[in-house]
């Protein structure tokens, strides 16, 4: 299970932006795993996308947010 937290993370790039790090998880983990490997995507993502994978807590991190994610625990 992931953090709540990835629901109010928004990609910023690639073929899911515009969605949070949740919904991808819940619809295409391995497109995260694929983040946390590949040269040219930015530190910070990769850290979200490595912590998203563990279920940690991701507010800390400086990326783009919304302030009314909606839920795909639903």
């Not at 994978?53 to 400086?62: A, C, P, R, T, V």
Request: glycine fraction near 6%; aromatic fraction near 12%.
């Amino acid at each position: 299970m992931i953090h709540p937290s990835a629901e109010a993370a928004i990609l910023t790039f690639g073929k899911f932006k515009g969605y949070s790090i949740a919904h991808v998880y819940y619809n295409n983990a391995s497109y995260l795993e694929w983040m946390v490997s590949t040269v040219g995507i930015p530190e910070v993502w990769k850290e979200a996308a490595t912590l998203t994978l563990k279920g940690e807590d991701i507010s800390h991190l400086k990326i783009a947010k919304t302030n009314n994610p909606t839920s795909s625990f639903t």
